[in-house]
């Protein structure tokens, strides 16, 4: 691989990573918002569900 293209594949798994890394930090941001949503009475199933939505969105449904 020269080095033209080994940069090339770093810099795209640093995107990768960052994307990833943003993702998550959105996803502990909502669970922020959502446990205000707890106060109000809504059950923690609904949270766990909801956790389980984001991560399937932030892992493209794997």
């Given amino acids: 691989m ?3 293209t080994k940069n090339s594949t770093q810099n795209s798994e640093s995107r990768i ?3 990833a ?3 998550f930090k959105t996803t502990i941001n909502l ?3 959502l446990n205000l ?3 109000l009475g809504q059950s923690k199933v609904h949270l ?3 956790l389980k939505l ?3 969105i932030l ?3 794997s």
């Fill in 2 to 4: 020269n080095n033209s």
């Fill in 17 to 19: 990573q960052n994307a």
């Fill in 21 to 23: 890394s943003d993702g």
């Fill in 31 to 33: 669970v922020d918002d």
């Fill in 37 to 39: 949503f707890l106060l």
């Fill in 48 to 50: 766990l569900i909801g």
């Fill in 54 to 56: 984001n991560f399937r």
């Fill in 59 to 61: 892992t493209n449904g």
